[in-house]
């Protein structure tokens, strides 16, 4: 079973900052995807990614396979940011059983 | 239409009742699934559907059913819960075909049992 393990587990960060969210795995993977989880409940998906960097307004994703290794960046943050975001792995050919990392919750403050 | 939609948001029920959740998605998305989610875990999965048949079933309990009348639709039948089947239910659902596609996830129904 593919281990999934994110950093930090909490993140604060001052309103326009920087912020990169890490993420490894320990096995093989077809995928993986970078999710949103705000206050209430509903998940949206950001990416998947199986090779390179993916871009989408202010969110970066990149994914080394080799390092079995991805980073979410956000640039400028802002406070509408804050959320739990969540690592998850698909895994070779069983494409439907996702392992998900336990979330890094992050504050943005104005 | 690209979103997947659940109902009710919240449900409060008690051990002996019987209750439903209800998803749709109208994405043409042939793989529907059912997770649950405990405050500050990140969701566990219960059931898959692919094309309308159950291809994974995670160990769950048979006081959760699930039923996929149509490719469009996903119930999870509820009967005799317990309280720590409080938490929040999520569905998703996918495209056909392709290694690895995105899980399209609705808002959730908030789930207590008293």
């Known amino acids: 079973k593919n281990e999934v393990e994110q950093s930090p587990q909490n993140l604060t960060a001052q309103e326009g900052e920087f912020i990169t969210i890490n993420c490894s795995y320990s096995?093989?993977?077809?995928?993986l995807h970078w999710l949103q989880q705000h206050p209430g409940g509903g998940i949206v998906s950001l990416f998947m990614?199986?090779?390179g960097k993916k871009k989408h307004g202010r969110l970066i994703a990149t994914i080394n396979i080799q390092e079995k290794h991805s980073s979410l960046h956000i640039t400028a943050s802002h406070p509408r940011d804050s959320a739990v975001y969540i690592c998850a792995v698909s895994p070779p050919g069983g494409y439907q059983k996702v392992t998900f990392g336990t979330g890094t919750k992050l504050q943005v403050i104005p | 239409d690209t979103e997947v939609t659940q109902t009710p948001k919240h449900l409060v029920m008690g051990m002996t009742n019987k209750k439903s959740l209800k998803c749709e998605q109208h994405m043409g998305h042939r793989a529907m699934y059912w997770y649950k989610q405990k405050a500050k875990k990140p969701p566990e999965l219960m059931f898959v559907y692919s094309y309308e048949k159950l291809s994974i079933n995670e160990s769950v309990p048979s006081r959760f059913s699930p039923e996929c009348p149509n490719s469009s639709l996903l119930n999870l039948h509820l009967h005799a819960l317990q309280p720590e089947d409080s938490a929040l239910y999520l569905c998703a659902s996918s495209p056909p075909g392709g290694a690895a596609d995105t899980q399209y996830f609705g808002p959730g129904t908030r789930l207590t049992v008293l």
């Open positions: 096995v093989g993977i077809s995928a």
């Open positions: 990614l199986s090779s």
